[in-house]
């Protein structure tokens, strides 16, 4: 398994913007990132496949977030715009554990991936 690192996470006013950042010790396949708000379940907010070339997002996602990878470097990005108040929550990178996949187009489920970052904490004011 590679052990995941994320950074980026931090306070930030409604309608401001982060960049969160997820390191990875060795080559990943498909990412993922994953959020847990206050109370709630962790819930899918983005995946990429290796290539870059299938991207998903959670309806709550699009149009404000961006997920985007550097295989150079092994790490993946998600840039988050427009931030809500609702967009308040820890944070985690994944790594899929299958090297197959091609295509993200149906998110696959947290139990796909099999690494997952300590989190991040985003916290949006209001």
């Known amino acids: 398994q590679v052990q995941l690192v994320e950074s980026g996470g931090g306070l930030v006013q409604a309608g401001g913007s982060l960049r969160l950042s997820c390191a990875a010790s060795g080559r990943t396949f498909t990412m993922g990132w994953f959020r847990q708000g206050p109370g709630k379940e962790r819930e899918f907010v983005a995946a990429i496949t290796y290539s870059g070339g299938s991207t998903s997002y959670a309806d709550s996602a699009k149009g404000r977030f961006t997920i985007s990878r550097d295989n150079a470097k092994n790490t993946v990005y998600l840039q988050m715009n427009s931030l809500k108040p609702e967009d308040t929550a820890v944070y985690y990178c994944?790594?899929?554990?299958?090297?197959?996949?091609?295509?993200?187009?149906?998110?696959?489920?947290?139990?796909?991936?099999?690494?997952w970052g300590q989190g991040t904490q985003v916290t949006v004011s209001s």
């Open positions: 994944a790594a899929d554990s299958n090297p197959w996949r091609t295509t993200v187009a149906r998110p696959p489920p947290p139990s796909a991936f099999g690494s």
